[in-house]
């Protein structure tokens, strides 16, 4: 079953077209990977499906619901999750406030009145839904292991640990559809063994992934299927196999990396 899906989707930064016409598709439970040379436009066509930017034309279907243009918390709230390919934590507040805020995002808080039986009551709802908040953010902290760190800061995790701590803070929003932006990048070869790993849990528990790389043994290894952009267009999607004999493909991007 297809799960998202954009059509003809174009974004034009004046005169650069960083995505064009692109028809992207992500079946339900697999794990696709979006691969491609830098400025192909991948973490646009991210960006352009997850509510950060908005398309210059084309569409965006999540679940058979049009999406496009819609902001990035309500896609959030529809069940989209996503991290990015430069690390975005709060680096001042510890392990457990950064996963926590991830589930704060996505629920959100009602508005008080300002009366006082209302502002009581808000708070008194406010501790609840805080100590519920925390509860999700230990069960996907001891989900990556790093639960012995939830009082550590952000700052001094070791890198590999601040991205797992990324994917964490988006797997608290309880998403259906996750978009990794480069998670193994920076990674050395341990962290990397780990996160694919991990990345198969993810999937195992039903969250479909999509995954922007350049490391090709990990896109090969996880993948079900993929997509290649190149100069912002769609120019192949298949199986890894598929893609590792694909003429196109190793003439714009796979054949440089051999070289
Ligand atoms: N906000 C922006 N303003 C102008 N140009 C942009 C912007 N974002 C991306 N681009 C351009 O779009 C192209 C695709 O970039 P990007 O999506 O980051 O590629 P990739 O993620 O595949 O490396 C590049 O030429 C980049 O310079
Ligand atoms: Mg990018």
Redesign the pocket.
């Known amino acids: 079953m297809t799960l998202l899906e954009t059509q003809k989707l174009t ?1 034009a ?2 005169g ?1 077209v ?2 064009s016409e692109v028809d992207f598709e992500v079946e339900q439970g697999l794990i696709t990977g979006l691969i ?12 352009n499906i997850t509510g950060l ?1 908005v398309p210059t034309s084309g569409t965006v279907q999540f679940k058979g619901k049009n999406i496009t243009g819609k902001n990035a918390h309500t896609i959030c709230r529809m069940g989209i999750a996503r991290t990015f ?1 430069n690390i975005r934590l709060f680096k001042e507040l510890t392990v457990l406030e950064n996963v926590m805020l991830g589930r704060h995002f996505k629920v959100g808080r009602s508005a008080s009145t300002g009366r006082l039986a209302t502002a009581l009551k808000s708070f008194f709802s406010m501790e609840e839904e805080e100590s519920i908040m925390r509860e999700h953010a230990l069960k996907w902290l001891s989900f990556f292991h790093l639960e012995h760190l939830v009082d550590e800061l952000a700052k001094n995790l070791p890198y590999g640990h601040q991205r797992e701590l990324e994917i964490a803070r988006a797997l608290a929003t309880e998403p259906s559809l996750l978009f990794l ?1 480069e998670p193994a990048a920076g990674m050395n070869p341990q962290e990397t063994d780990a996160l694919m790993k991990t990345i198969r849990k993810i999937r195992s528990l039903g969250i479909t992934v999509v995954l ?1 790389e350049h490391d090709m043994k990990l896109v090969m290894n996880i993948c079900d299927t993929i997509t290649v ?1 190149n100069y ?1 267009q769609n120019i192949a999607q298949g199986t890894p196999s598929q893609i590792k004999r694909n003429p196109l493909v190793v003439e714009a991007y796979l054949g440089k990396e051999d070289a």
Do not use: E, H, M, S
């Open positions: 974004r930064y004046g650069v960083a995505v491609g040379p830098n400025g192909a436009g991948k973490t646009t066509l991210f960006n930017d390919q932006d922007i952009l912002g």
